[in-house]
């Protein structure tokens, strides 16, 4: 359970698109996301339904994507299609049905062109995307896209960026529905050679930095969840913890009754908490709780609810200290985010949606340079390692978790430095073309 359902399978969307210059030089870029149904539109509706509305979307933005004399930065054309462009057509797409495909969902579509076409600008200059975020390469400052206007003046996003790291402290994922000790195996489980107990997971991974899935709506359970692991991380070795209450909480007590019930039975396992991830309903505007109960005791950060800046702010507001930074929701509207949090000392982390493939390269990159709070979160490896076997001959080390830790050190070269002809996957056509 990596959500409030079970999850058991995941279609990824891929898309190709070529940038020209105003030269006439051209190159080609590679942009690619899981469609994550069950995270980004909860809903009684049938998977296949949602799913297939989500295809029809992204089939419409390759279409749409295409504007003649659309020439910019990436950050220039990814800021004004999604203020232009992104909610008119989503409107268009729900017009006539009954329940609405939500604004996040719409955003994980449009990610796959987004970071093709950073890459793609990387591709035709020859240089690392991260590389390319000064005022050497971006026109407008900051002040451009955020506000307050006075606080990003004469700002580019490297101004908030950190030099790459090529060594990140990994997190593994710990599911509400996942085995704990040995007499809760039923006989189901997969024999395909990969962990499956959690101490198994820490020892083979040699892992340092578990994220608990909790329910929300079980305080007993989930405080029980937070002991049981916590003993066996302390048994094992396991430095850090985080708990995701998965947007079911709706009063701030339910979390604080357990953190403060916790500090006393168990401190030890208190002080391994480093933040607490999203416990409240996503949709911030028609949700506003005060949360400085829970920040007081322990970072609260933002996953969800962080569709763009516009909503970090808003959480500021209402309590929260932290923001969790995801690619799927386009590397545009992440970067911006990292630069407001930043500017007004909010704590950074870079947060998984069991990126395989291509999907993992721009996530770990994206953390590499945020100067998160701890590392990365990266759960591919738990729930669809055989996804990303051709990728992980290139680079072995982002796919599979060695020492508690990935090596990015094989992603080398311009755009995201993907190796995507080494890599030899039979990949379509280019979908899309814009202007650089």
Same mark, same amino acid.
């Given at each position: =359970?990596? !959500?409030?359902?079970?999850?058991?399978?995941?279609?990824?969307?891929?898309?190709?698109?070529?940038?020209?210059? $105003?030269?006439?030089?051209?190159?080609?870029?590679?942009?690619?996301?899981?469609?994550?149904?069950?995270?980004?539109?909860?809903?009684?509706?049938?998977?296949?339904?949602?799913?297939?509305?989500?295809?029809?979307?992204? =089939?419409?933005?390759?279409?749409?994507?295409?504007?003649?004399?659309?020439?910019?930065?990436? =950050?220039?054309?990814? $800021?004004?299609?999604?203020?232009?462009?992104?909610?008119?057509?989503?409107?268009?797409?729900?017009?006539?049905?009954?329940?609405?495909?939500?604004?996040?969902?719409?955003?994980?579509?449009? !990610?796959?062109?987004?970071?093709?076409?950073?890459?793609?600008?990387?591709?035709?200059?020859?240089?690392?995307?991260?590389?390319?975020?000064?005022?050497?390469?971006?026109?407008?400052?900051?002040?451009?896209?955020?506000?307050?206007?006075?606080?990003?003046?004469?700002?580019?996003? *490297?101004?908030?960026?950190?030099?790459?790291?090529?060594?990140?402290?990994?997190?593994?994922?710990?599911?509400?529905?996942?085995?704990?000790?040995?007499?809760?195996?039923?006989?189901?489980?997969?024999?395909?050679?990969?962990?499956?107990?959690?101490?198994?997971?820490?020892?083979?991974?040699?892992?340092?930095?578990?994220?608990?899935?909790?329910?929300?709506?079980?305080?007993?359970?989930?405080? *029980?969840?937070?002991?049981?692991?916590?003993?066996?991380?302390?048994?094992?070795?396991?430095?850090?913890?985080?708990?995701?209450?998965?947007?079911?909480?709706?009063?701030?007590?339910?979390?604080?009754?357990?953190?403060?019930?916790?500090?006393?039975?168990?401190?030890?396992?208190? +002080?391994?908490?480093?933040?607490?991830?999203?416990?409240?309903?996503?949709?911030?505007?028609?949700?506003?709780?005060?949360?400085?109960?829970?920040?007081?005791?322990?970072?609260?950060?933002?996953?969800?609810?962080? $569709?763009?800046?516009?909503?970090?702010?808003?959480?500021?507001?209402?309590?929260?200290?932290?923001?969790?930074?995801?690619?799927?929701?386009?590397?545009? +509207?992440?970067?911006?985010?990292?630069?407001?949090?930043?500017?007004?000392? =909010?704590?950074?982390?870079?947060?998984?949606?069991?990126?395989?493939?291509?999907?993992?390269?721009?996530?770990?990159?994206?953390?590499? $340079?945020?100067?998160?709070?701890?590392?990365?979160?990266?759960?591919?490896?738990?729930?669809?390692?055989?996804?990303?076997?051709?990728? !992980?001959?290139?680079?072995?080390?982002?796919?599979?978790?060695?020492?508690?830790?990935?090596?990015?050190?094989?992603?080398?070269?311009?755009?995201?430095?993907?190796?995507? *002809?080494?890599?030899?996957?039979?990949?379509?056509? *280019?979908?899309?073309?814009?202007?650089?």
């Amino acid at each position: =359970m990596i !959500s409030p359902s079970t999850v058991t399978r995941a279609l990824c969307a891929r898309v190709r698109v070529r940038v020209e210059d $105003h030269q006439g030089r051209s190159a080609e870029g590679w942009g690619e996301t899981p469609m994550s149904v069950a995270w980004v539109w909860p809903s009684t509706l049938t998977w296949e339904e949602r799913e297939e509305r989500m295809r029809a979307f992204i =089939m419409r933005l390759a279409q749409e994507v295409i504007i003649p004399d659309y020439f910019g930065h990436p =950050m220039e054309l990814g $800021h004004a299609f999604q203020e232009q462009h992104l909610e008119k057509l989503r409107s268009e797409l729900n017009a006539g049905h009954a329940e609405e495909m939500p604004h996040l969902a719409a955003l994980v579509c449009h !990610s796959l062109f987004d970071l093709a076409v950073y890459d793609a600008f990387g591709q035709l200059h020859e240089r690392p995307v991260f590389e390319m975020l000064s005022c050497d390469w971006l026109n407008p400052d900051l002040a451009h896209f955020l506000e307050p206007s006075a606080t990003f003046s004469a700002k580019w996003p *490297a101004h908030f960026l950190q030099p790459r790291r090529d060594r990140l402290p990994v997190w593994h994922l710990v599911g509400g529905l996942d085995a704990i000790e040995p007499e809760e195996l039923t006989g189901a489980e997969p024999k395909d050679g990969y962990p499956v107990l959690l101490r198994d997971w820490i020892r083979t991974d040699g892992l340092r930095c578990l994220k608990i899935k909790l329910r929300g709506t079980d305080a007993p359970w989930d405080y *029980a969840r937070l002991v049981q692991i916590g003993k066996i991380s302390i048994e094992e070795g396991v430095e850090w913890l985080t708990a995701d209450f998965n947007c079911t909480v709706t009063d701030p007590v339910y979390v604080t009754e357990i953190l403060d019930r916790l500090l006393v039975e168990h401190p030890r396992i208190y +002080g391994m908490l480093l933040y607490i991830e999203q416990p409240f309903p996503y949709d911030l505007e028609a949700n506003r709780i005060d949360v400085r109960a829970v920040s007081a005791r322990k970072p609260l950060f933002l996953d969800e609810s962080a $569709h763009d800046w516009h909503f970090v702010r808003l959480g500021q507001e209402l309590g929260w200290t932290g923001v969790a930074l995801k690619t799927c929701k386009t590397l545009t +509207g992440a970067l911006l985010s990292l630069c407001w949090a930043r500017a007004h000392g =909010m704590t950074l982390m870079v947060q998984d949606l069991t990126n395989p493939m291509f999907a993992q390269i721009p996530h770990v990159l994206l953390a590499s $340079h945020a100067g998160t709070i701890m590392g990365v979160e990266s759960n591919g490896m738990q729930f669809c390692p055989e996804a990303s076997i051709p990728e !992980s001959k290139v680079h072995p080390g982002i796919y599979r978790r060695r020492e508690g830790v990935l090596d990015l050190s094989t992603l080398q070269g311009p755009g995201f430095g993907y190796r995507a *002809a080494e890599i030899g996957r039979v990949l379509p056509e *280019a979908a899309a073309h814009f202007g650089s």
